[in-house]
């Protein structure tokens, strides 16, 4: 069966500090991945998505970068952190070649940027 | 890219009763919507989904209706539990073909 990992769960860090949020999925070869963030009473927005390695697309102008160095890994990076970077992040995975397929979340990142 | 609108923000409702959510979308082009349920500090789970070829689907004491005409979707969540309280999300299809866009979720509440 598929299972997909993210960690940190918490995460605070002072605004300018480096982030680094990993994510990976087993039991599946070469899904799409996809990072989003939840801001506290908000909707999910979508950040990132990467239909295979070293292929980044980005929804939104931001502070956030992402990597796939591998198939089933999905990291999410920033250089220095702003306040407004806070929020639930969280990393899906689906599989198929357009929508129309169930996307399955991840536990969740909840970073704090103090 | 898609814009999803949902409302309502916040909905209580008493156990037994029925529970609305209601989207609409703005790509005509769409064709596909799902419902994820988010219990709180967990990822979104998907409850049911729909395709643009069918006006309604049902699933237990869940269903979805499509109405394409008028682009919008509506969650219907008959004899309510208190365990279906938790953030529900509809979505669509972004642009990319990949992605979807989410509303911006309803709390909903079920008091016993």
């Known amino acids: 069966s598929q299972t997909i990992h993210q960690w940190p769960a918490t995460l605070v860090q002072p605004v300018g500090s480096p982030l680094s949020l990993e994510c990976t999925v087993e039991g599946t070869s070469n899904p799409n991945l996809y990072w989003y963030r939840q801001a506290a009473g908000r909707g999910l927005q979508l950040l990132f998505y990467s239909v295979g390695i070293g292929q980044i697309s980005s929804e939104v102008p931001q502070n956030l970068s992402a990597s796939r160095p591998q198939d089933r890994q999905f990291i999410l990076s920033s250089k220095k952190l702003l306040l407004s970077d806070s929020g639930f992040y969280l990393c899906?995975?689906?599989?198929?070649?357009?929508?129309?397929?169930?996307?399955?979340f991840g536990p969740g990142t909840r970073l704090t940027v103090l | 890219g898609e814009n999803v609108e949902q409302h309502p923000s916040t909905l209580s409702v008493q156990e037994g009763d029925s529970a609305v959510i209601k989207c609409t979308y703005s790509?005509?082009?769409?064709?596909?919507f799902p419902w994820y349920k988010q219990e709180l500090g967990k990822g979104p789970q998907l409850i049911i989904d729909i395709r643009s070829n069918v006006g309604e689907k049902k699933d237990q004491r869940i269903a979805v209706t499509l109405n394409k005409t008028a682009k919008h979707f509506s969650l219907h969540i008959t004899e309510t539990q208190p365990e279906d309280s938790a953030v529900y999300f509809c979505?669509?299809?972004?642009?990319?073909?990949?992605?979807?866009?989410f509303g911006k979720g309803t709390s909903l509440l079920v008091t016993p």
């Open positions: 899906a995975w689906s599989v198929g070649q357009a929508i129309g397929d169930e996307q399955f």
């Open positions: 979505a669509a299809p972004s642009n990319s073909g990949y992605a979807l866009n």
């Open positions: 790509d005509s082009a769409s064709n596909y």
